[in-house]
């Protein structure tokens, strides 16, 4: 049969990644060309958890393995 899905609008501008924690599945985070990484949680997806303001677009933003961290490459070429 067919699938159904939620549609949620998570940000003004372009997605670049989505990443899952892998130690708690229902946190993710995303990047892309607005100047924060965004974190949100599924069970309550209409707030927005954390922005982590990186002051210019992000090319990609991960957790570590321990799901304790997140490094995120902006396009000044910086780790954060």
């Known amino acids: 049969?067919?699938?159904?899905?939620?549609?949620?609008?998570?940000?003004?501008?372009?997605?670049?990644?989505?990443?899952?924690?892998?130690?708690?599945?229902e946190e993710f985070c995303i990047s892309g060309t607005e100047d924060c990484v965004k974190i949100y949680d599924l069970r309550q997806m209409s707030t927005m958890k954390y922005c982590l303001d990186t002051r210019h677009a992000c090319y990609g933003a991960y957790y570590n393995l321990a799901g304790t961290y997140l490094i995120a490459t902006t396009r000044d070429d910086k780790l954060m």
């Open 1 to 25: 049969g067919p699938i159904s899905f939620d549609r949620y609008d998570l940000s003004n501008k372009r997605i670049r990644t989505l990443h899952v924690n892998p130690i708690r599945p």
